[in-house]
């Protein structure tokens, strides 16, 4: 990875499995504007993906016989993200804890009658 901008040039290794939620990517790099050389780590988990990721679901709740309410809501999210470098000016361990957007759409109130 060249970045032109900032005069670093990376070398990244694939994300290697640590657990079944776990991946680890190392990396070695050079910062031809400091003249320094170094190596940097991430930590990432597979629930999903990269970027934002979305749930949306309706949930039900019966408030006596005949009355239900049932939800629509949804919630974007990004995970927490360990990260590191040593040699490269950026912190040794730094954490982005992940961000959760939620959301209430839609309430909807249900009744039925016996017959």
Not at 43 to 53: E, F, N, P, V
Not at 64 to 78: E, I, Q, S
Not at 95 to 101: C, E, K
Request: glycine content about 12%; charged content about 15%; proline content about 5%.
């Amino acid at each position: 990875m060249y970045e032109p901008i900032h005069q670093d040039v990376r070398v990244l290794s694939k994300k290697i499995p640590v657990t079944k939620f776990l991946s680890l990517q190392v990396g070695i790099g050079h910062n031809f504007q400091s003249h320094a050389t170094g190596w940097n780590w991430k930590l990432t988990t597979c629930l999903g993906g990269d970027g934002i990721s979305r749930i949306q679901n309706k949930t039900s709740l019966g408030l006596f016989p005949g009355m239900d309410l049932r939800f629509g809501w949804r919630a974007d999210y990004v995970l927490p993200e360990i990260t590191g470098a040593l040699g490269t000016g950026e912190p040794l361990f730094n954490m982005n804890s992940g961000r959760l957007q939620a959301s209430l759409d839609r309430v909807e109130a249900i009744l039925t009658h016996p017959s």
